[in-house]
């Protein structure tokens, strides 16, 4: 008989498979098109968390733990977005950026999430303002660790 996955083993690999979503959402040409694409995969990756930890989902509260922990970070992503409208080389530019900015935002809020979930609190009981500096920490350390390559067969 296999043993059966741990909640935080499931919310483990359900976390790296959302990040390679993200990622690919920040590839998306389009800024606003990213940023939603980028938003969804977020919110899919809540409720899914959701259900590993048998946490009732509301979508009204992760949209809002969303704009309030990650809608900040990625004003800087619709910026570099701006530049894939451009000719040239800023194209590439933005996009990598982009990718890394989907990945590092969406790995912190997984984080954030998981840390939350295995505490056994819920979404009626999360505080965006208590876990902010710890989601900047988790951002700015994952902007240089996670690579979106990794995540889509690119050696970096």
Request: glycine share 8%.
């Amino acid at each position: 008989m296999a043993p059966s996955l741990t909640p935080l083993s499931q919310a483990e690999t359900a976390l790296q498979s959302h990040m390679a979503a993200g990622a690919v959402a920040g590839l998306i040409p389009i800024p606003l098109v990213g940023f939603a694409a980028l938003t969804a995969v977020q919110l899919n990756m809540l409720r899914h968390l959701a259900e590993i930890y048998s946490a009732e989902f509301s979508k009204e509260i992760a949209k809002s733990a969303i704009a309030s922990l990650v809608g900040s970070d990625l004003s800087v992503g619709i910026s570099l977005g701006v530049a894939k409208l451009l000719p040239g080389p800023a194209v590439a530019i933005s996009a990598v950026s982009g990718a890394i900015l989907g990945t590092a935002s969406t790995y912190a809020l997984g984080k954030v999430f998981i840390q939350h979930f295995e505490s056994g609190r819920t979404f009626l009981t999360f505080d965006p303002s208590k876990v902010r500096a710890h989601y900047q920490e988790l951002f700015s350390v994952s902007k240089s660790e996670h690579v979106p390559g990794r995540f889509v067969g690119i050696r970096p």
